[in-house]
Structures are given as structure tokens and as C-alpha cells.
């Protein structure tokens, strides 16, 4: 492979490969069942096989197939556990890396953007990727100055590549709802699509990362790497060490567990307060535990802008619930256009939907779990229970629909990482608007 795979008729092959590849083996599946092998060892081989096959052709294309599967990553939590289990480590392979781009395409790239004289710029510069991911690899290299760096390249076609494949796998939406069962694709696909031009530009990410680089200098609980240089499809950033978050998923101690998700938890809620900005893309591959026990932050390609901060109506939805006030509640979801003006809804029958989703707030500290939010799930996609009527009522307005796509896989990193956090603590400093009343103890 010398570059991303471009043409059309050959991504589309490669995608179409995902639903043709389980149904096969669905077929082969039932044979072996009729064969006398266990139904739950068939299907568990299946699953098995489809997911390494998720991961392998995400992997390939890079480009919009492996963001969706980076997207999708955050959410597993959420999927019942016999269906999530044989996902959760081709996904969680697709949080951190991909097959790299060889060094001969890296040296193209970098003679296009810096000049036929682009070694000048570097005291040591490593041809082996550190890491790789939808649209670009990153190098380990060793500035002139003698400052550790993280060369950020775009992948060659990544431009053609990130929008065909998210306009190819709407196309096959239907059948492609088989490789991760429990999950819609259309609303991520729609909001991936819109922020495409962001993606590409590293201009306007380098900017954005200077910026949350301000925001949180000398911050004793984030650390931002600076940016040192960029040029067209390369950007050049301090190197950054520390544990990927989704290595602490696997397999960290529970101090590093709880240290991880009290940061990252701390982060999503303070972000658009200090910097005005709100990082689009919660999945763990961004995210580092340093050595000092601060979060290193990376990847500021999706990021929007929040020039007022987080709404307060959100703190005042939050505390309303918490002090079980039922008709406020409805009020201000009214006055932000979550329910519209012509839909009649009972207050207490919201209050009966959302309080659930507020119990991390009502003690000291809590511990998401993938248990937790499956629940949650469960609750709100039962057609035969009241909250399911209820919630179709709820309308989403467009200003907060990426805010809910962060904070919800945002809870699903959480519910990963499994670590104790003072949740209550976090939301009622960080969360404007919110005036939470005292946390339960028990005892």
C-alpha cells in the first residue's frame, strides 16, 4: 500500500466486504449448526470473525470508514454485553491505530509541504509511525532546537477518502447495521459528514490547539502539547508521553482508573468554560494519563466553537431534576426547544425519564460502568415502557447536538474506564447554571 486506497470502485469494495462477510459466514454459521456444532459456539466464532474483519477493512481505508469505527468505539459501552464482547477489542484497536503509511509516501508529503530540504528542519527524524489513525500518522522525531517532537502527517487522499466512504456507508446503512448490532449509524454519519473541511484542515487545528494550549498553561490537571510548527498537511507538536486511556481500559489498576476518569470526566466539563471550545472527539485515542497524573490532550481537528461557553440552561436542567422539581424542569426544556410548544407532556413523566441519568450526581463519588449505562439504554429504547413514550416526545435542538454526541460517548469512555469519580463535585464547579443540592451519604 503506498497511499490511502482511492478509488471509488475500490473503497466501495472494501466496505461492501463488511455486511457480504457476515452474511457468509451467517450461512456457514447456520450450516454448522444444522451439522450438530452448539448454536452459542457458532455464533460466538461469528461474531469473533466479523469483528477482526471491522477492523481490518476500517483499518485499511483509514479516511471516514475508520472514524466511524473510532466513533462507534465510544459507544460499545452501551451495547449489550453478549453482543459488545467480541466487538470491544477490534474497536478498541481502531481508538489508537491502523496499518501504517510507508516511509517512502511519509518523504513525499513532507518534501510537498516543507521544501526538498525538509531534513534540515529536524536533528533525527523516525521513518516508523508512532501511531496512526483516520486521516493521518504521527512520527517521533527530534526538532532542530532539540525539542522532542510529534510530526502529525495527512494520510494522501484523505480529502476524497473521508467523504466517500461517509457518503458509501450511508448508502449501505441498512445492511451494514449488522457490524455493530444496537447502534444507528445515519446521525453519526450525518454529523461526521458536516465537519469534514475541519478534519482536513490543520491550519485551523493548530490554531485551535494554541488555543486550548492558553487556556490550560500551567494547568496542574491538563496539559496541552504546543504546537512548533505547521505547514499544509503537517503539523509539528511538542511530544507528549503517557498511557493511552485505552490501555487503562484494558488494563489499568483501579488508582489509575479512577486518576484517568476523574481528568478525563474534569476536562470535557471545564474545556468549553476555559478555552470556548468544545473537543469533538472524546474517543480515548486522544487522551494520555502523564506521569504527574495529568490528562495529556491531543487531536484538535474536531472542535467547535463555543463563544459563550456550555449553555447555562444545562446546569439549570441538571439541578432542577436533582431537586426533583419537576415543573421547572419542563420550563426550561420548553425555553431551549427541547420540547415543542405544541406537545403536551406530563412534568413528572419527564422527571420520571431523566432522573435515572443523574444518579452518578446524587453521592460523593461514582463509578460508571458499562452495567449502568446499558441499563440506561434499555430504559429509553423499550417501546413498551413509559419513558420510551415519553422520550420520542423530546425534541434534540441543533445547537445541542454535538454537545450530546461528546457527552454521550464521553459517558461511554467513562463507563470503560470504570473508575471512581466525584461526579457531583466536577459538575457543580465545572457545569454553569447548576446549583446541585447537597450529595447523599450513605450512613
Known amino acids: ?96 491505530s491502523a496499518p501504517p503509511m510507508p516511509a517512502a509516501t511519509v518523504h513525499r508529503v513532507l518534501t510537498d509541504e516543507l521544501g526538498g530540504r525538509w531534513r534540515t528542519k529536524f536533528a533525527l527524524f523516525d521513518d516508523q509511525p508512532a501511531a496512526s489513525a483516520s486521516i493521518g500518522q504521527v512520527h517521533r522525531a527530534i526538532w532542530k532546537d532539540g525539542r522532542e517532537v510529534a510530526v502529525k502527517i495527512q494520510y494522501p487522499g484523505a480529502a476524497q477518502a473521508l467523504i466517500g466512504d461517509f457518503r458509501r456507508i450511508a448508502q449501505v446503512t441498512r445492511v451494514s447495521a449488522a457490524w455493530v448490532p444496537g447502534l444507528a449509524l445515519q446521525p453519526l454519519l450525518a454529523e461526521l459528514l458536516a465537519r469534514v473541511e475541519d478534519e482536513l484542515d490543520y491550519d485551523l487545528e493548530a490554531r ?18 504546543a504546537v512548533v510548527h505547521q505547514r499544509g498537511a503537517v503539523l509539528v507538536s511538542e511530544w507528549m508521553d503517557g498511557t493511552p486511556l485505552s490501555r487503562i481500559i484494558t488494563d489499568g489498576t483501579p488508582d489509575e482508573r479512577a486518576l484517568a476518569a476523574t481528568r478525563y470526566l474534569e476536562f470535557l466539563l471545564s474545556a468549553p468554560q476555559r478555552a470556548r471550545l468544545l ?107 413509559e419513558e420510551w413514550r415519553t422520550g420520542i416526545k423530546i425534541n434534540l435542538p441543533p445547537d445541542y447536538l454535538l454537545i450530546h454526541r461528546v457527552w454521550a460517548g464521553g459517558i461511554g469512555v467513562l463507563c470503560q474506564l470504570e473508575g471512581e469519580v466525584p461526579a457531583h463535585d466536577l459538575v457543580a464547579r465545572c457545569l454553569p447554571g447548576a446549583h446541585l443540592p447537597d450529595p447523599e451519604i450513605d450512613g
Open 1 to 96: 500500500m503506498t497511499e490511502l486506497p482511492r478509488r471509488a470502485i475500490v473503497r466501495s469494495a472494501k466496505l461492501a466486504r463488511l455486511p457480504l462477510g457476515m452474511a457468509g459466514r451467517a450461512a456457514i454459521g447456520a450450516g454448522r449448526r444444522l451439522g450438530g456444532r452448539p448454536a452459542e459456539v457458532v455464533t460466538a466464532e461469528l461474531q469473533a470473525r466479523t469483528a477482526e474483519q471491522l477492523f481490518t477493512v476500517l483499518g485499511e481505508l483509514k479516511g471516514g470508514a475508520m472514524k466511524v469505527g473510532q466513533a462507534l468505539s465510544v459507544l460499545e459501552a452501551a451495547m449489550p454485553e453478549d453482543l459488545a464482547r467480541p466487538y470491544r477489542a477490534a474497536l478498541t484497536k481502531l481508538q489508537d
Open 208 to 225: 485551535r490547539q494554541r488555543q486550548f494550549g492558553d487556556a490550560y498553561d500551567s494547568d496542574e490537571h491538563v496539559f496541552v502539547p
Open 279 to 385: 473537543h469533538a472527539d472524546p474517543h480515548p485515542g486522544n487522551f494520555r494519563l502523564l506521569p504527574d497524573g495529568r490528562l495529556g490532550v491531543m487531536d484538535f481537528g474536531a472542535v467547535d466553537e463555543l463563544p459563550d461557553g456550555l449553555p447555562p440552561a444545562l446546569g439549570q436542567l441538571v439541578s432542577a431534576a436533582l431537586r426533583e422539581d419537576a415543573p421547572t424542569l419542563l420550563e426550561v426544556l420548553r425555553a431551549e426547544g427541547f420540547v415543542l410548544p405544541s406537545m403536551k407532556l406530563d412534568p413528572w413523566s419527564v422527571l420520571d425519564l431523566l432522573a435515572p441519568f443523574l444518579e452518578p450526581l446524587r453521592g460523593p463519588t461514582f463509578v460508571f460502568r458499562r452495567a449502568w449505562l446499558r441499563d440506561m439504554a434499555n430504559r429509553i429504547q423499550d417501546p413498551r415502557g
